[in-house]
C-alpha cells in the first residue's frame, strides 16, 4: 500500500489515513521515528497500554497483578 505525504515548509506532514488507521493513532498521539540502516521507521509511542484503564473493571475489591489473581483463586478453592 504505498502512500505520499508532503513535507510542509516547517518540516510537517500530514500521515495518510490508512497509516493511521493501521497505527492505532488519532489526534494527539505521538509517533517515533527510528534510523535503520538507510531506512526510517515510524511508529507509535504508547506511554501506557491502551487496556489499563479496563484492568480490575469486574473484580471490585480485588487487586490487580498476578499475585492478587492468585490469592483470590486460592481463597476460592479453600487452600
Known amino acids: 500500500m504505498p502512500c505520499e505525504a508532503k513535507l510542509t515548509s516547517k518540516g510537517q506532514i500530514t500521515v495518510p489515513c490508512e497509516i493511521r488507521?493501521?497505527?492505532g493513532v488519532r489526534q494527539g498521539d505521538r509517533l517515533v521515528f527510528?534510523?535503520?540502516g538507510g531506512?526510517?521507521?515510524?511508529?507509535p509511542l504508547h506511554a501506557e497500554s491502551p487496556f489499563a484503564k479496563y484492568r480490575a473493571i469486574g473484580?471490585?475489591?480485588m487487586a490487580s497483578g498476578r499475585k492478587a489473581v492468585v490469592r483470590w483463586v486460592r481463597q476460592l478453592?479453600?487452600?
Do not use: C, S, Y
Not at 531506512?39 to 511508529?43: I, K, L, T
Open 39 to 43: 531506512a526510517v521507521r515510524m511508529r
Open 59 to 61: 473484580n471490585p475489591g
Open 34 to 36: 527510528e534510523t535503520d
Open 77 to 79: 478453592r479453600g487452600q
Open 21 to 23: 488507521r493501521l497505527l
